[in-house]
């Protein structure tokens, strides 16, 4: 094939791909990070609630079929920093239990081939490159951890600051999320020379002052100011990747570039395009040696897809809720199961989402009991509204797959394990009575555009699993394609389960253990120091793009 050859080809710039870029370009090898999106534009619409929800301004203009065959648009973004651009920052570790074998209502969620000892130190590495603010000890679920976190946790507003205090009362145990952001604040106010401004416009939307530690500004920006040796081609769509005549090696890439022909070739090839895009790549790349997709000889790729059971709802307070940013609050009492409770099976994770507006609550259609009202009161409800993210872990199963069926894309979904996620939201709504809040919950399903179901595509994972029998797995530990001798994975594909909380951070922990495989397998090392951030304090050095 032609095209420039590199040391290695990174396919997607999201955490995976931008966190793999960063940590290899300072080796020195030539690397080619390719994005099939561009720079998200930084403008006033950022901020806007209709545009980016109602409008779907920055979501992919694609049209996908479920498996009855409903068309839906996928809540997936393609530009640099892929989704993590419009994610909630919020960076779990899965719990120690995770990575072991857990039973639910309705199936097993696997027991990991490798163990949390294995992937501890990248977690807090990971944690200090994002900048996770958050406190040890709050949380009764989180797993053993060397270091304390490197920034402080964020502080609640007033009126968190009270639902917190009122759940300890309780007797409960909530804590102070992990997020990745770059704030320097004194008591709960951005101070001059924060990048994040504590605004409402953070969880779900794009950051316009780069305050939110996503790929694109923790990794791939000061990647290529700091190494030349990193090159970014956006606007790049790899239709497939091609492979040698034996069929055991990649050899480089092929597509489009700004609809014209694209293609490069390396000695190494990494596919981190997220858990759907990727395995639908691997299946578009099929060969007289491999038929059925490449790497796919277990048939497995695209199979086992797991999402999380998301729900987000919002609770009216008898007293308004003036809160700006508001995800700053966790609860993890009842991720195992319900103490004292009849119900045997984990149910999951509470955790607080983005303030709501008025135009949110209008987007999402007339709540039912709010038809009682002459003119709907979106403002004054929005006003009361406490708002809240509900997680409870999905089993993976074979039949949940993504494919292509007469050229379009397919995603099968059974759901699974509900009732512990019903369990859940009853369990919320009996805490916030208690605590003074209307138990009237409203669901929320437009967060991540509209028509598109908010357990969709959020938090995909698992189609790629990765495991050391080449029968049930795609992936070896390293996270290599089992047949292909320099194809790896670096996205939440590897997964063989995904636990209750967002699978970020462990997509960056991951990115950072393959990238010190990966450095250790072409005998390199370390000759430019690590990137560092922009300052975006310095007048020499505006934000980017």
């Known amino acids: ?112 081939p490798l163990g949390y000892d294995v992937f501890e130190p990248y977690y807090q590495a990971a944690e200090e490159l994002y900048h996770v603010h958050g406190l040890r000890g709050e949380d009764p679920t989180e797993p053993p951890s060397r270091k304390p976190y490197a920034y402080p946790p964020l502080d609640h507003e007033p009126r968190i600051q009270q639902l917190f205090d009122g759940l300890k009362g309780l007797g409960h145990r909530p804590f102070h999320l992990p997020v990745g952001i770059r704030l320097n604040e004194r008591d709960a106010r951005a101070l ?32 290529l100011r700091d190494c030349p040796n990193l090159t970014l081609a956006t606007n790049a769509y790899v239709e497939r990747l091609v492979t040698d005549a034996g069929g055991g090696r990649v050899t480089g890439i092929a597509g489009t570039r700004d609809g014209q022909p694209f293609e490069a070739r390396a000695d190494l090839i990494v596919v981190a395009c997220g858990a759907l895009s990727s395995a639908l790549l691997m299946l578009r790349s099929a060969t007289d040696r491999h038929p059925d997709g490449l790497a796919n000889g277990s048939g497995l790729v695209g199979r086992n897809y797991v999402r999380h059971n998301n729900s987000i709802v919002l609770a009216i307070s008898r007293t308004p809720n003036p809160t700006r940013f508001q995800k700053t609050l966790g609860l993890n009492d009842f991720y195992f199961g319900d103490p004292g409770g009849d119900y045997v099976f984990p149910l999951g994770h509470i955790q607080m989402v983005g303030k709501s507006d008025g135009a949110q609550i209008e987007g999402e259609g007339l709540p039912r009991f709010l038809q009682w009202f002459p003119q709907a009161p979106f403002d004054w409800f929005a006003k009361h509204s406490v708002d809240f993210w509900l997680t409870s872990e999905d089993v993976p199963l074979p039949q949940n797959r993504v494919y292509y069926r007469g050229g379009e894309v397919h995603l099968d979904l059974t759901e699974t394990n509900l009732e512990a996620h019903k369990r859940l939201r009853r369990k919320l709504q009996s805490m916030l009575d208690q605590v003074g809040i209307h138990p009237h919950l409203i669901d929320r399903t437009l967060y991540l555009g509209q028509n598109v179901p908010i357990g969709g595509t959020s938090h ?56 010190d495989h990966l450095i250790d397998r072409m005998g390199a090392s370390d000759v430019i120091p690590p990137p560092r951030l922009f300052d975006h304090t310095d007048p020499r050095e505006p934000l980017h793009a």
């Open 1 to 112: 094939m032609g095209g420039e050859h590199y040391d290695i080809i990174i396919v997607g710039s999201g955490p995976g791909g931008g966190t793999m870029a960063w940590r290899l370009a300072q080796t020195g090898k030539r690397i080619l990070l390719v994005e099939r999106g561009d720079y998200l534009p930084r403008t006033i619409q950022n901020w806007d609630t209709r545009a980016v929800f109602i409008d779907a301004l920055y979501q992919a203009k694609e049209t996908w079929h479920g498996a009855n065959g409903t068309a839906f648009h996928p809540g997936l973004h393609y530009c640099v920093g892929g989704n993590s651009k419009v994610y909630g920052a919020v960076l779990f570790r899965l719990r120690e239990r995770d990575f072991q074998e857990i039973r639910h209502q309705d199936g097993i969620s696997p027991a990991w």
């Open 460 to 515: 995909q994972a698992g189609t790629l699993r990765f495991g050391e029998d080449p029968a049930t797995s795609v992936l070896d530990l390293t996270c290599k394609a089992h047949e292909i001798d320099n194809l790896y994975v670096t996205d939440a594909s590897f997964f063989p389960s995904i636990g209750a909380v967002n699978p970020t951070l462990t997509i960056i922990a991951n990115a950072l253990r393959v990238a």
């Open 192 to 223: 001059p020379n924060s990048p994040c401004i504590r605004c409402e416009a953070f969880d779900g939307y794009p950051c316009p002052t780069n305050g939110k530690a996503d790929a694109q500004v923790i990794c791939v920006d000061p990647a």
